[in-house]
């Protein structure tokens, strides 16, 4: 369906991430502490920390039938966040560098609050 995800080793770069989230039809899926993300994060993505996530946590109702985009603060929890929703049969992939490359792009962050934000 969506050529550009993977299971395995495909990874985006933050803008072909921004790209292909804005449409609605990939998911972008926010796996950092809830600390982090209050402080800052993509304006469209959803929330779910990896801890939740490797405990057996449901995927968030939006991702039923969509592929998903992992993102955390440097890439590495997104790299092993990205095998839960593949093991379950989602499309996933994950964005090189996270939030760090994300904001170095000068891609948009937002609070919790919905004002711009920072990465904690």
Do not use: N, Y
């Amino acid at each position: 369906m969506f050529p550009f995800l993977r299971r395995g080793p495909g990874r985006l770069t933050p803008q072909q991430a921004r790209q292909q989230t804005r449409d609605g039809k990939v998911v972008p899926l926010d796996v950092r502490e809830t600390p982090e993300w209050r402080a800052g994060h993509a304006s469209d993505a959803l929330h779910l920390p990896l801890s939740r996530l490797m405990a057996g946590a449901s995927l968030p109702a939006a991702v039923r039938d969509k592929p998903v985009v992992t993102i955390c603060r440097s890439g590495r929890r997104s790299q092993q966040a990205v095998k839960v929703p593949a093991g379950r049969g989602v499309e996933a992939t994950d964005v090189a560098g996270g939030m760090t490359a994300w904001t170095r792009a000068g891609l948009p962050v937002t609070s919790e609050g919905g004002s711009g934000g920072g990465i904690a």
